[in-house]
């Protein structure tokens, strides 16, 4: 089961409907199906086979889109390094996966020829952003491709994961198709979506999700918020982080005439205060959905698309996903009481890159898998973080 045959098995249907939007352009499903194409079939004359690695560190354009699904559909592994990653960070990464192919933006070509120094096999190229196609893999792609998604079991590892100083974490097939599903579900996402996708990294489970659905959205990693408000004319969803909602709180052009136009404002809710949160409410007629993700388990929970949306408060556990609040014993706390949060389900990680030890103390012979966030439930089953690592 390869995850990019589940994610756009409904793409077909869609064709012509676009999937991204970028500056004045914009890209149709039937673009991902050939362009993902042309990627994967790069990389299999490269001599790739099923499981090795392609690390990029990009912006979330089109171009980037294109090459992550064809990663997938060529049955290797996607390592994406954060664009914010720093040198040491960056070489941390690239040393660790060791990937066969490296992607970077044409100015940093000569800092990842350096690190990627000593690596066996190891090719980089260049990709452009916002619609730019005059870097070197652009250049290698074939002009067009027919390309059949190579065989993959659940269990087989898709991508690997990397948070600043930390070892990366190895997410399945199975692992991107479940929480894609997921939080489509949890969201409601279908192809009448438009969706604004302002979170300062990629949340790839959100992408997945849009994709599943059919739906199209817009991607700005670095919103200017006079801007922001006007695109809201336009916009269905609205993800961002909690500062994103303090910046459109302090422009008086943010009003509940401009917000109409929307289904949902959603937030990463570890930092949204209650007084944000309330504020926000107040000016745009919306009550924020607050969720919680681990990179380990995706987006695990979500303030309700029909029910109380509460203040402070991170929803409730995603219905396919199991969560629990315990003690150091690993039995559960009662409901107000802080304690570990714990997760087990086929959205959780096959483990750590490259690190035994740690995998086998984070994940439990039974399959809980222990955060390192620390946080309460009430009786409803709303979910309040204590701490978070």
Request: aromatic residues 6%.
């Amino acid at each position: 089961m390869n995850a990019y045959s589940f994610l756009t098995r409904s793409s077909a249907a869609h064709g012509d409907a676009v999937i991204i939007r970028e500056n004045a352009k914009t890209f149709a499903y039937a673009d991902l199906a050939r362009e993902s194409a042309r990627h994967a079939a790069l990389f299999a004359s490269l001599g790739l086979a099923p499981g090795e690695r392609v690390a990029a560190q990009l912006d979330g354009s089109a171009q980037s889109l294109f090459l992550y699904f064809g990663v997938l559909r060529a049955g290797l592994v996607f390592v994406p390094i954060p664009p914010a990653a720093g040198d040491a960070e960056t070489a941390r990464i690239v040393g660790d996966a060791a990937p066969r192919i490296i992607v970077c933006a044409p100015d940093g070509e000569a800092a990842m020829r350096g690190r990627a120094r000593g690596l066996k096999d190891v090719r980089v190229y260049t990709l452009g952003s916002s619609g730019d196609t005059s870097g070197t893999l652009h250049a290698a792609l074939p002009a067009s491709a027919e390309f059949a998604a190579a065989a993959r079991s659940e269990d087989d590892l898709a991508l690997i994961h990397y948070a600043p100083g930390r070892p990366g974490v190895m997410l399945s097939h199975a692992n991107l198709t479940v929480n894609a599903a997921a939080l489509a579900t949890a969201w409601g996402i279908t192809a009448s979506d438009t969706l604004l996708d302002c979170l300062p990294e990629a949340e790839l489970a959100v992408l997945n999700a849009v994709v599943l659905a059919g739906a199209s959205m817009r991607i700005d990693r670095r919103p200017d918020v006079k801007r922001l408000i006007n695109r809201l004319a336009d916009e269905t969803v609205l993800l961002g982080t909690a500062h994103l909602y303090e910046q459109l709180l302090a422009d008086p052009a943010l009003t509940a005439e401009a917000c109409r136009p929307l289904r949902l404002c959603i937030a990463n809710g570890a930092l949204l205060t209650a007084a944000t949160f309330n504020a926000f409410q107040l000016r745009s007629d919306h009550a924020l959905v607050a969720y919680y993700s681990v990179a380990e388990g995706g987006i695990v929970t979500s303030s309700p698309l029909d029910g109380e949306r509460r203040a402070g408060k991170v929803g409730l556990r995603l219905r396919e996903h199991k969560l629990r609040v315990v003690g150091p014993n690993l039995k559960p706390m009662p409901f107000d009481h802080v304690g570990d949060i714990v997760l087990q389900g086929p959205n959780v990680c096959k483990g750590y890159w490259n690190n035994p030890g740690l995998t086998a103390a984070a994940i439990q012979p039974d399959g809980w898998f222990r955060t390192s966030d620390t946080g309460y439930w009430d009786e409803d089953g709303y979910i309040t973080l204590a701490d978070r690592d």
